[in-house]
């Protein structure tokens, strides 16, 4: 049931209060995640700790989860936002200052919290405002607005670091953004003042943070099977995250080049968000998740191969260009599947804790990537990456017939 009037919205309406502080927040997100391990490197970790520290964002994010629907509920869908940005500006701090890579995970992971508290904030505020007859549509556009600024961040943070030849400016750009975001929320009005506090986008993201261990035992077989296939989807996602700069740092890429051939990536997988959800109504679900599952695969097993070559700066850029497509072909298939299984009567516990079964598969993965890495090699922990993305593709073309026999009907 809407929240709001349906017949007089426009979707300009929430373009200032959601589409432009969802994108600003990735911009700065996206400038920042290319150089976190050179900077990790430069405060003396090693190649594995370097990967450890970048899973951090990732960790900081699933450990977001629970308490992020609480948050909202209590304070509100603004000031979540509001609270978010500013942890995000003391996160910055902290790992600009860090005198050693202990200190700067520890930054690195409150970016991560902060990043969990502003996604769940603006969730609920779609869910607030934005009428049920266009939601979706709605949910599709915000999805692109962060793509949009995970794109430009990489591009903006190689400017500004081929401008002062240090990879620390990088997160100048994520305080810059976080400072605007706050801005735009402070002085404009708030579309969900006259709702009833708290709204229905509130409730639902406590319910979906509510009972969540009770509610992952009640849905136990649903999540090892359709819900482990979603953990490697976000492990894919992760890991394409963390592999790629500690591939840059492992060859000897500058700073700047990593961000750019990253940013040019982003570029690749921002262009295909909506044609994703046309390739889910079309077609199916399977013909969305299954080649972009093992697009990624088979481009992480290729990269593993060409660590060593002459022309291992070629190989990385065309890599991180083939994922960027393949995960674009895979747009918004987490949150399709979890809509497609959630129970008609009280979805959102479950929806909370598919969420969380894919998010663990995205903290994990960059862990377990550090591990490998620490006791083997950086080209074996992303091939066994590799290997498990092409396994999962297998797992979900077993599986998604069995669960959803039939293609969704578009609602």
Do not use: C
């Amino acid at each position: 049931m809407s929240t709001t009037a349906g017949d007089d919205f426009r979707f300009r309406s929430i373009a200032l209060p959601a589409l432009l502080p969802s994108f600003l927040f990735a911009t700065g997100e996206g400038a920042v995640i290319p150089v976190v391990p050179a900077i990790a490197s430069s405060l003396g970790a090693d190649l594995a700790g370097a990967g450890l520290i970048a899973s951090m964002l990732v960790v900081g994010q699933l450990a977001g989860d629970i308490p992020s629907g609480w948050v909202v509920s209590r304070i509100g869908e603004r000031r979540a936002m509001i609270g978010a940005a500013a942890l995000a500006v003391v996160a910055v701090l902290i790992s600009l200052l860090a005198p050693n890579a202990v200190v700067f995970g520890i930054g690195v992971f409150l970016i991560g919290l902060a990043a969990a508290v502003f996604a769940l904030a603006r969730q609920a505020f779609m869910t607030a405002f934005v009428p049920l007859r266009i939601r979706a549509r709605a949910l599709s556009t915000l999805g692109g607005a962060f793509r949009a600024g995970w794109f430009i961040g990489p591009f903006l943070g190689a400017g500004v670091i081929a401008l002062t030849g240090s990879p620390h400016a990088a997160f100048l750009v994520q305080i810059v953004a976080a400072v605007a975001v706050t801005i735009l929320l402070l002085v404009m009005p708030d579309p969900t003042a006259r709702l009833a506090k708290p709204d229905a986008g509130a409730r639902e993201v406590e319910a979906e943070s509510r009972g969540l261990l009770p509610t992952i035992w009640q849905h136990r077989r649903v999540l090892a099977t359709m819900g482990a296939g979603a953990s490697i989807v976000g492990a894919l996602r992760a890991s394409r995250m963390a592999i790629l700069p500690l591939w840059a740092v492992s060859i000897g890429l500058g700073d700047s080049t990593t961000a750019l051939v990253i940013g040019i990536g982003a570029a690749a997988d921002f262009a295909l968000f909506y044609t994703s959800g046309q390739i889910m109504d079309r077609f199916g679900r399977l013909w969305s998740v299954i080649p972009s599952m093992v697009g990624m695969g088979i481009a992480l097993v290729v990269l593993s191969f060409t660590h060593d070559l002459s022309a291992s700066t070629i190989w990385f850029t065309v890599i991180a260009i083939a994922m960027g497509v393949a995960n674009g072909i895979g747009s918004g298939i987490i949150m399709t599947l979890s809509a497609d299984l959630a129970p008609r009567t009280d979805p959102a516990p479950f929806l909370g804790a598919f969420r969380f079964t894919a998010d663990a598969g995205s903290a994990a993965a960059p862990v377990l990537v550090a591990g490998v890495v620490a006791v083997a090699s950086l080209p074996l922990a992303t091939a066994l990456v590799g290997v498990t993305g092409l396994a999962g593709a297998a797992m979900l073309a077993r599986w998604i017939p069995r669960y959803l026999p039939r293609r969704p009907a578009t609602q």
